[in-house]
């Protein structure tokens, strides 16, 4: 029955507890991330736990394999996070971008960020500016490393419907990093509108991208 | 449809403009791997790992090292108070007959049954032990910690210091690098214990290291029964 014994989470339904941790540690951050930019920052870690409470209570009637456990993780997060903002009686998305960007880290940060100049915070931030469907979609696939088939599981949609979005997400993010790139130079006004509606949504993308490029250099 | 294409043009490496490169770095940075605060919960999800799964046999020991830590600061004080008994010697051990129930059983040896470890790794840690023996040191937690670190050091230095639970024995010591050189200045300060009969050494010192999580007898050995505050009041 046990055809992949060695998958974490088989082990850690067995009981292993270091199984356990290693499965934590390789799927929680890549969750946070995502639940942060669907309910902000200040609220993600505790949907995130809320998230991993109910995944060790089912844990013993979850069947498959570990990349079966990371899209079940973002399925029971994405749906803890929008019980969350049912709480909450507001919007996803908006306020984490331009919370993230007042926050972004200075060079502090550079240890376990070494990849690139563009830190983890903005990267998420701008991610954060994009409609709902295509952030969603870029962070399954890239922070949570699902496939499109996987992501569409998590979000009720096919996997055509995902691609769609992704590309197109890539394609806007593409576009902003253009514009801030050929914008080099100018400074930006101090406040980066909040984007805090679905009508703004659109103005907020340039804008606040900029604002979080320029903070990127 | 293309994005999986899309997204393997993004590869660090692969052609494209500068745009496509910005984008790469974007989704690496989005990407990157997991920082000390992204993990700073883990405790607690471990904790409600091991209150869920059903009963089992006891892991071994080294995987346990760093909850036994956590286990440590908790029961630090009566446990340091034990173990210097211990070490004094039997008469100390008698003259201390109002220890508390578990930990009274533990002083007499009895249930002693952690499984067996390398003799080098139970060297390791009856040096850090006999660094929390005496009743002058200043922050037996750290001394815990250390006995943690000591055995999760053959996984390899660098990972078990990113464990959250490694911070304060980080800035305690300084920086990462120093941490080595602190336990051991720790274990081998002068003026504790410098070495015991040998007979005694596996009896007396074992104890203290037995009140484990997972054990569900000891009251106030178990850090936090309850899931984290206000993350599952509404389920």
Redesign the interface.
């Known amino acids: 029955m046990k055809t992949v014994t060695d998958a974490l989470v088989h082990r850690a339904r067995d009981g292993d507890e270091e199984a356990f941790r290693a499965l934590y540690r390789a799927v929680h951050p890549g969750l946070l991330r995502y639940l942060r930019v669907l309910v902000g920052t200040g609220d993600a870690e505790d949907v995130a736990s809320e998230t991993w409470l109910q995944l060790v209570r089912d844990l013993s009637s979850f069947r498959g394999d570990d990349d079966a456990f990371r899209a079940w993780a973002a399925t029971v997060g994405r749906n803890r996070a929008m019980d969350h903002l049912r709480r909450q009686q507001r919007r996803p998305v908006a306020d984490a971008a331009v919370e993230s960007l007042d926050e972004l880290p200075g060079g502090d940060d550079t240890a376990a960020g070494a990849l690139s100049a563009i830190s983890t915070d903005a990267a998420l931030a701008l991610i954060a500016t994009l409609p709902a469907d295509q952030a969603e979609a870029v962070l399954l696939r890239v922070v949570m490393g699902l496939d499109a088939r996987a992501a569409g599981r998590v979000l009720g949609k096919r996997a055509g419907a995902v691609r769609v979005a992704a590309h197109r997400g890539l394609r806007r993010l593409a576009e902003v990093l253009d514009t801030a790139r050929a914008e080099t130079g100018d400074a930006p006004a101090t406040a980066a509108p909040t984007a805090a509606d679905d009508t703004g949504r659109e103005a907020g993308v340039t804008d606040s991208g900029t604002a979080a490029l320029k903070e990127m250099r | 449809?293309?994005?999986?294409r899309?997204?393997d043009q993004?590869r660090p490496g692969a052609p494209g403009g500068?745009?496509?490169h910005?984008?790469a770095?974007?989704?690496?940075?989005?990407?990157?791997?997991?920082?000390?605060e992204?993990?700073?919960?883990?405790q607690?999800?471990?904790v409600?790992?091991?209150q869920?799964?059903?009963a089992?046999t006891p892991?071994p020991r080294r995987?346990?090292m760093i909850k036994l830590a956590l286990a440590k600061l908790l029961t630090v004080k009566v446990a340091a108070a034990a173990a210097a008994a211990t070490v004094a010697g039997g008469a100390a051990l008698a003259a201390t007959g109002n220890i508390p129930g578990p930990l009274g059983e533990l002083g007499s040896g009895e249930l002693r049954q952690a499984p067996a470890e390398s003799a080098a790794e139970r060297a390791d840690e009856a040096r850090a032990e006999a660094g929390g023996v005496g009743e002058a040191s200043p922050s037996p937690s750290l001394e815990g910690l250390c006995v943690a670190y000591l055995a999760a050091i053959g996984e390899g230095p660098g990972e078990a210091l990113e464990s959250p639970a490694f911070e304060a024995l980080v800035s305690a010591a300084g920086t990462e690098d120093e941490v080595e050189g602190f336990c051991d200045g720790l274990a081998e300060r002068p003026g504790d214990v410098p070495s015991v009969e040998p007979d005694t050494v596996p009896t007396d010192r074992t104890p203290v290291e037995l009140p484990k999580p997972e054990d569900p007898g000891p009251p106030g050995t178990i850090p936090a029964p309850e899931?984290?505050p206000?993350?599952?009041t509404?389920?």
Do not use: C, H, K, N
């Not at chain 2, 770095?25 to 000390?36: N, T």
């Open positions: 449809m293309s994005t999986d899309t997204f993004l500068p745009a496509q910005q984008l770095d974007l989704l690496a940075a989005a990407a990157a791997p997991a920082r000390v992204e993990l700073a919960r883990e607690d999800v471990m409600a790992f091991r869920a799964r059903p089992q892991v995987q346990s899931p984290p206000g993350t599952a509404d389920r």
